[in-house]
């Protein structure tokens, strides 16, 4: 069974960048399709980012598109999602998750989870 850790979260301003990281162990990643979800304080899940097995194809939701690029790089064994022009309402807990089997067009089906980093943006 793979492990998730997300990093590289932190407390920023406005319309700077940060590029959170998710490592895996106990297995590798290339079996799976990967995605980045967020809560809100009070708020739900929701699906920010996902990356096909390949990497070849991505997929964003809009409130993020132009903004946040999520890559992988097999040899590391992990995943990135390089967010620039950091906005208030994108504070929230990040979450990097694996999904085993599946298409990236769909935000459901991801099987394991990391613990989740924090992103706090001030205005």
């Known amino acids: 069974q793979v492990q998730l850790v997300e990093s590289g979260g932190g407390l920023v301003q406005a319309g700077a960048s940060l590029t959170l990281s998710c490592a895996a162990s106990?297995?590798?990643?290339?079996?799976?399709?990967m995605g980045w979800f967020r809560q809100a304080p009070g708020e739900g899940r929701e699906f920010v980012a996902s990356?096909?097995?390949?990497?070849?194809?991505?997929n964003y939701a809009d409130s993020v598109k132009g903004r946040f690029t999520i890559s992988r790089d097999g040899a590391k064994n992990t995943v990135y999602l390089r967010m620039n022009t950091l906005k208030p309402e994108d504070t929230a807990v990040y979450f990097c998750?694996?999904?085993?089997?599946?298409?990236?067009?769909?935000?459901?089906?991801?099987?394991?989870w990391g613990q989740g980093t924090q992103v706090t943006v001030s205005s």
């Open positions: 990356i096909s097995r390949s990497g070849g194809g991505t």
């Open positions: 106990g297995g590798t990643l290339s079996g799976y399709s």
């Open positions: 998750a694996a999904k085993p089997f599946g298409t990236i067009s769909s935000t459901s089906g991801y099987r394991y």
